[in-house]
């Protein structure tokens, strides 16, 4: 019998890819592991294997189809033994989808620069998606137990179908609790899952709503033919304005301004860059961290976040989420879009560690290589401006977090120490909270919290 390979979820909240690149032929023979094609989602390109063995009997979906539906149909599989043209001709048609736009079309904005406003973030999926597991759907939806989807491996639903068992029932030990063959394989041996029972036939859930606006019509028509060109919303723009629309319409959102002197940050900070142990490369000896004034500013939300815990929280209808970790996102720009890579455990990690984590994070979020678990969720985000000279501004809190800190430029101005008038360099740092999560009073203990870390920068070493 032909295996039907599938547009796999390769999020919990991804509704279409692009089908970027087929890694096969039809005629391959494949086997489990085998990467099979590059899927395209709106942050990144990701690659999915084959989880059955068999030969490619036809590619239903071209190379570079996009806006192809997740369970959709595009390629065949067919088995040890069965006649490849039988099972290619089984299989239903090319499922409807856009094609591609011609490069021509609409030139791609250059690259800006490495830090932008955080309210420009488009962190779509609001949940990790399974990676170690990832691979084509099966051509039915995964079953649903109490109306929601259980997620589980195409291999792992054909077993237990075969078995006979209900996969609500199995426990996943995959990542985020996915379903895998080891799990269906124990369940069916211990007899503990219940018999496989109908599925109820459930709604594919909304795609994300874009923000409203004037029609195309009403404001094209004000502007004279020839006067513009078109540039179409791809898969990340949609995502950047569905995120912040449900952001501005969900949050009641407030801010709280606070001014930092950054002198004794930049004395510290150019003495640990001047004792930075160096390593040899083809390009000679180079320091192995270069600390940014940025990376100090991550790890001291960071550490606010752990002084004042209910601050490091998360919104839901029934509850607030207490973290237990400080997830920092830092706003990257991307070509035409902007992505917030997020150092886990942030309140952790050594401020070299950090410098090298976002640094990397950085050129691969650049090159659309990051992993999903690598920009999805975080408890709060860092979006700097200082290197363009703004002196301050406001971000628009990143669901699902609850607080977002703005940064603007250091700038010398005259400060008063021990009753005297000196000049110091001070930064403008603008908080945004969610005020569901964190009253003002909270949100005054954060920002002081990190003022006193940015002040007194060696408490961040210690």
Not at 63 to 89: M, P, Q, R, S
Not at 109 to 126: G, Y
Not at 360 to 375: F, T
Not at 394 to 401: A, D, E, F, G, Y
Request: net charge neutral; aromatic share 4%.
């Amino acid at each position: 019998m032909p295996i039907n390979i599938t547009m796999p979820a390769l999020s919990p909240t991804m509704e279409e890819g692009n089908l970027s690149k087929w890694l096969v032929k039809e005629g391959d023979t494949v086997k489990s592991g085998d990467v099979l094609a590059e899927i395209e989602t709106d942050k990144a390109t990701m690659e999915v294997e084959a989880v059955d063995e068999g030969v490619v009997a036809k590619l239903v979906v071209p190379a570079g189809t996009e806006a192809v539906k997740v369970n959709a149909l595009i390629a065949i599989l067919a088995v040890e033994g069965e006649d490849v043209a039988a099972a290619a001709a089984s299989g239903g048609s090319a499922p409807a989808a856009k094609a591609e736009s011609p490069k021509s079309e609409a030139p791609k904005s250059e690259a800006k620069a490495e830090a932008a406003p955080a309210e420009k973030a488009a962190e779509a999926p609001k949940a990790a998606a399974p990676v170690a597991d990832a691979a084509p759907a099966a051509s039915t939806p995964a079953p649903v137990a109490d109306g929601k989807r259980v997620f589980s491996s195409p291999l792992a639903r054909r077993l237990a179908k075969e078995a006979g068992l209900d996969l609500s029932a199995v426990t996943g030990s995959g990542p985020h609790g996915r379903v895998v063959k080891a799990d269906v394989e124990k369940a069916a041996a211990s007899g503990g899952a219940k018999p496989a029972a109908a599925a109820p036939a459930t709604a594919a859930p909304a795609a994300p709503a874009l923000a409203k606006g004037p029609s195309d019509d009403s404001v094209l028509k004000l502007f004279a033919e020839g006067s513009y060109e078109l540039l179409p919303h791809d898969g990340m723009r949609k995502t950047i304005a569905a995120r912040l629309t449900e952001s501005t319409q969900t949050v009641p959102s407030y801010t709280v301004s606070m001014e930092c002197e950054l002198d004794a940050l930049m004395k510290l900070r150019a003495e640990i860059n001047a004792s930075a142990p160096v390593k040899k490369t083809e390009k000679g000896e180079v320091p192995t961290f270069r600390l940014s004034v940025n990376d100090f500013i991550i790890k001291a939300m960071a550490l606010a976040l752990r002084d004042v815990p209910m601050a490091n929280a998360s919104w839901t209808s029934t509850a607030r989420v207490l973290h237990k970790h400080s997830d920092v996102g830092v706003a990257v720009s991307i070509p035409d879009g902007l992505i917030t890579p997020i150092v886990r455990k942030a309140e952790t990690k050594a401020l070299s560690v950090i410098s090298n984590e976002v640094k990397d994070m950085a050129k691969r979020a650049r090159d659309k290589k990051l992993k999903p678990d690598e920009y999805q969720g975080g408890t709060t985000s860092v979006s700097n401006l200082g290197m363009f000279g703004v002196s301050s501004f406001t971000s628009i809190v990143n669901l699902p977090q609850a607080s977002i800190v703005s940064i603007g430029a250091g700038v010398e101005k005259p400060v008063v120490r021990a009753g005297k008038i000196e000049i110091g360099t001070v930064m403008n740092a603008t908080f945004a909270f969610d005020h569901r999560v964190i009253d003002g009073a909270l949100g005054a203990e954060l920002a002081s919290a990190f003022k006193r870390y940015i002040e007194n920068p060696m408490s961040m070493l210690v």
